[in-house]
């Protein structure tokens, strides 16, 4: 955790060393100082760390002391350093303030640019360079963006004005604009402030530096930001730093222009050149989205000699990072500029690929690849895509932003995303452009599709980081936000209507598109069988049907570590004969019953045995209380059954007749189950000799006696069906005293399988159905809790209860088997809790298997290097 030092240093120039690293100096500002240091083209500067704004959040939001003085001596070294003064009404310096913290927030935070500008001071610039265009274009956007950010003025009522002049003017683009309609744009945006905060624009150079840097101090707590730090998991008191950059100018004309380029595909990983650029522009208008860029090939031919040392430098820079680099330049007057270097977000599929390649390559060694890529993030390689067998017609294109395909209702504004995603609708968020404050929407959207901005603007970027598909710069879309409705080529559609959209082609579609579930490529698996190597846990999948066993085989599974039988009870042919069963006045017809559901339940399991041969199976029987096999009272077909839904009511189900307190009451049901577990193990061995490794696992088990019984019962059914058959007996573990007496419950058990969706409700005496969408919610935004406990293990609670039960459960029964087959058995940081804790196994959705895999060997790598650096002395 990041701690304040007194009298602590809080400036440092981009070329003098500071040895704090990303930490103190920001992404950006660790980026500047090494490629300055590097020899880089980089614009002189200093930064402002981080300490500074944690000791000014800290201190009531008040600069901290001896800060303003320090400003002070780094602006005069940087006038020193440019020969220019900062304020000067002749030849001003102009510097930008731009934020950066220590972890990348690409849009969630401020910049402002062209900071010194006032009125004299633009005629200045306008005699200096000869260009009087030039200067007042970078006056009106330096009014605009400080109206925005420091004053918090509504950017509308400055795109307005410009709007308005260049419909006026009849153009297009704002370049269009000559001199004298920028005087009258600028008059305007000086009007605004006034209406806006009773006050004239500033025209104190140093005034205007201070009140900046304070307003990037400030946006590290605006909503988008605490909204992205939630989304990413980001602590929030890391802070950002400020840096403080001579102004480079990219709007002086043919000559100069801005740019951003990747050294690799950022959605593919493909080596060659990615990127856009904007002749005649700064750097907002690229990653805001505020015009369509070019593509960077077509800098070759307008700026020839910038475009070659652009790719040298690139080069240069992935070799020194190792790592695809995301670069903002821009070039003036032909002079190339760096601005910013940083680790590229990508998608799943572009960090596998480059990955992979690197290592190839001699880059990076087959352990930092493993190391590097995001488990969580190859949910996105899992990602339906369109029904190639599907017909649809393309209603419009756009840029192929983020990969996948989703399909949705139109929604035209963040909150409304927000709201419906939120309630489990399918959501198309569809804007003109996205920005930073749209972040709630896009987090819950199942796609984005706009009208404006390139492969780089603020909707490809966060999408593709969400793993999100996007179509961008859709040129053939309108939107309507009066009367709601949307117009695609000449199609008008309302909100609420269905689009379906394919980031991976730019496609858009009106209507529902079939999707299909992709395969796991070569690359993933050339990483995950690099892991496989190193991991030491195994990882089985939660499968109810053989067609999920399958799946799960073909993702890596070694074996199922969940079979929820009750799933199958569900099925249009089954449940009327389970109903039979509960309806049943005594044991003989409840065995009437069963007797029917007997071979149907058989048949299931030979289904999953033959698919997972030779691999472990753990069924879960009945767990579930009988009255959710019912229908509602009002629903009842007669008296006799609405008597029987009254009788089996309980207050809270969710503790009451259920498990292994059913199987004790009617020890007939788990009779059957076993009785068809074993035939079918019995019958797969006999018909392909691959016997499966049966695991009976019996849920909710409290005490030892109740495992006691039901190992009895397990052990007496096994021994009439196939009395020479290999098999375990266990039990979930999901309850808190479960835990506490695990190694009176392990000498009746083979196995322990922590149910830790069950296990954190009873330990935090959260119903996940009441706590979800409600009060949870108002826990995770008002900070009571940092992550939901249902999605990301409660370490210090469950998870303690769990290092009890392992401790306790193997002092007792030393070789016993531990797993956990929660929705837990999936999530990277659960994941690598279960390895240190020592289980055998992790177990989750089918889908989630190659995640789980790589969590595993991250897990098995981490401790790896703490233990050589443990032998080191470390």
């Given amino acids: 955790m990041p701690h304040l030092v007194a009298n602590a240093r809080y400036v440092y120039d981009f070329d003098e060393p500071s040895g704090g690293g990303r930490e103190l100096l920001g992404g950006k500002g660790i980026g500047l100082a090494e490629m300055t240091q590097m020899g880089v083209p980089v614009p002189a500067g200093f930064t402002i760390t981080t300490d500074a704004c944690r000791a000014y959040m ?35 310096l102009l510097v930008s303030v731009r934020s950066g913290a220590a972890v990348s927030m690409p849009g969630m935070m401020d910049t402002i640019l062209n900071l010194g500008l006032n009125d004299e001071a633009v005629e200045g610039l306008a005699r200096r360079t000869g260009n009087p265009r030039f200067a007042l274009d970078s006056y009106r956007r330096l009014i605009q963006m400080y109206g925005e950010v420091v004053e918090g003025i509504p950017a509308h009522k400055f795109e307005e004005a410009l709007t308005s002049l260049k419909r006026k003017r009849h153009v297009q683009h704002d370049t269009e604009l000559d001199e004298s309609d920028l005087t009258s744009l600028t008059d305007e945006y000086k009007s605004i402030c006034v209406q ?51 102004m480079v100018f990219g709007n002086k004309g043919d000559e100069s222009g801005t740019g951003v380029a990747f050294t690799r595909d950022p959605s593919t990983g493909e080596p060659g050149l990615y990127g856009e650029f904007l002749a005649n522009a700064q750097g907002e208008d690229v990653v805001a989205g505020i015009r369509t860029p070019e593509p960077l090939e077509r800098m070759e031919q307008k700026l020839p000699r910038a475009f070659t040392q652009l790719l040298e430098t690139m080069r240069q820079l992935e070799q020194h990072y190792r790592d695809v680099q995301d670069i903002e330049f821009t070039v003036e007057d032909n002079d190339l500029y760096l601005l910013q270097t940083r680790s590229a977000k990508r998608t799943a599929a572009a960090s596998v690929k480059a990955a992979v390649d690197m290592v190839g390559e001699g880059l990076i060694s087959r352990e930092e690849a493993i190391a590097r890529i995001d488990p969580a993030q190859l949910d996105q390689l899992l990602h339906p895509m369109l029904d190639p067998t599907a017909d649809w017609d393309v ?39 996205t920005t930073p404050d749209d972040i709630h929407g896009l987090v819950q959207a199942a796609g984005v599709l706009t009208a404006h901005g390139g492969m780089t603007s603020h909707a490809a970027v966060v999408a593709r980081g969400m793993g999100k598909p996007c179509v961008a710069g859709c040129e053939a879309l309108t939107i309507d936000m009066h009367a709601r409705t949307i117009t695609l080529a000449a199609q008008t559609l309302e909100e609420g209507d269905t689009l379906t959209i394919d980031g991976g082609t730019g496609s858009v579609i009106v209507g529902k598109v079939p999707l299909v579930p992709p395969q796991v490529n070569d690359d993933l698996e050339t990483i995950l069988e690099w892991g496989d190597e190193h991991r030491r846990l195994d990882v089985r999948a939660n499968a109810d049907t053989p067609d999920d066993a399958a799946k799960s085989r073909e993702f890596g599974a070694q074996g199922i570590g969940l079979c929820r039988t009750e799933h199958m009870f569900m ?100 009779e059957m189950q076993v009785r068809a577990i074993m035939r079918a193990a019995r019958a797969v061995d006999e018909r392909t000799g691959e016997a499966p490794l049966v695991e009976i696992m019996h849920p909710l088990v409290a005490f030892e006696e109740e495992l006691r019984r039901l190992r009895e019962l397990t052990v007496r059914v096994a021994k009439e069906e196939a009395p020479d058959a290999e098999y375990l007996c266990g039990t979930m573990i999901e309850l808190p005293r479960a835990c506490i007496r695990a190694d009176e419950i392990a000498g009746q058990a083979d196995f ?36 939901n406990p249902f999605e990301t293990l409660d370490i210090g609670g469950v998870g303690e209860l769990m290092r009890i039960a392992v401790e306790r459960g193997r002092s007792a029964k030393p070789g016993i088997k531990l797993g956990i087959c929660g929705e837990h058995g999936g ?17 989750c959705s089918p889908y989630r298997v190659p995640l789980a895999r790589l969590a595993a060997a991250q897990a098995a790598l981490a401790q790896e290097g703490s233990a050589e650096y443990a032998t080191a002395g470390g």
């Fill in 571 to 670: 099925a249009q042919d089954r449940l009327p004969v389970v109903q039979e069963m509960i309806m049943a006045e005594d044991e003989k017809g409840r065995r009437a019953a069963l007797d029917k559901l007997l071979p149907m339940q058989q048949s299931d399991f030979e289904g999953i045995f033959a698919a997972m041969a030779g691999l472990p199976v753990t069924i879960r029987l009945l767990d579930p209380p009988l009255h959710e096999f019912l229908p509602d009272e009002e629903h009842a077909s007669d008296d006799r059954m609405r008597r029987r839904i009254r009788a089996l009511r309980e207050a809270n189900p969710m503790l009451g007749t259920r498990g292994c307190r059913l199987g004790l009451q009617w020890p007939e049901i788990y």
């Fill in 395 to 433: 209603a419009a294109k756009g840029l192929n932003a983020s990969p996948g395909a989703a399909c949705g209702q139109i929604v035209l504004d963040a909150d409304r995303a927000e709201q419906r995603g939120k309630a489990g609708e399918s959501v198309i968020l569809v804007r003109w452009e």
């Fill in 58 to 92: 800290s201190n009531g939001k008040t600069v901290p002391d001896g800060l303003d003085d320090e400003v002070d001596k780094h602006l005069r070294a940087l006038e020193e350093k440019t020969g220019k003064r900062f304020g000067d009404p002749d030849d001003p």
């Fill in 196 to 246: 806006e905060t009773g006050c004239d624009f500033p025209q104190d150079a140093r005034q205007q530096l201070t009140r900046a840097v304070r307003a990037v101090f400030d946006s590290w707590d605006s909503p988008r930001a605490q909204v992205y730090r939630r989304t990413y998991d980001i602590p929030d008191d890391l802070g950002t730093a400020v840096n403080v950059v001579q």
């Fill in 752 to 787: 322990f399988s922590f149910g830790t969706n069950d296990l954190t409700q009873t330990a935090l005496g959260f119903s996940r159905d009441d706590a979800e969408g409600k009060f949870l919610t108002f826990y995770l935004e008002d900070g009571v809790l940092e992550r």
């Fill in 827 to 843: 999530e990277p940081k659960s994941v690598a809790f279960c390895h240190e804790l020592g289980l055998d196994y992790v177990s």
